[in-house]
């Protein structure tokens, strides 16, 4: 499986690839991945939003708007958006993000259409602290 993008090293091509052809990844450019930049908040909403299902294409929302969106369907809230663009984007937020992420997922299929999970941070817990229940380690 091929992708357009020319930036992408041998060992992710197949991993990137899988993420483009299932449109998770649209890349930087018609050619360029990004490879060697440092991944943001912004994107990797994005990302977790399309693996939810929603896309640009049926306007559910817009590179711009992401973070708003996302908070807007319990995705994220607000200090966390606020905690999580306030410094370097880490490994340990997009675990946080992807956390997320699944628990909304599996909410939103135990849930009648149009309704979500209402997932943020617990008060007192702070960035740095692992959320991997309804509060904080």
Known sequence: TQTPFTDVPDW?????????????VAGIGDTM????MAMT???????MLRALG??????DFTYVQALSFAQSIGLLDEQ??????SSTFTRGDAAEMTYLHAALS???KQR???????WQRQAGCHRSQPVFSHGCV
């Open 54 to 59: 929603y896309t640009e294409a049926d306007r």
């Open 41 to 47: 908040m912004q994107m990797y909403t994005v990302l």
């Open 33 to 36: 991945f990004g490879s060697e």
């Open 106 to 108: 599996r909410r939103r």
């Open 80 to 85: 966390t958006v606020e905690d999580m663009t």
């Open 12 to 24: 992710a091509s197949g991993y990137v690839a899988y993420a483009y052809e299932n449109g998770l």
């Open 112 to 118: 009648p259409a149009g309704r979500t999970a209402g």
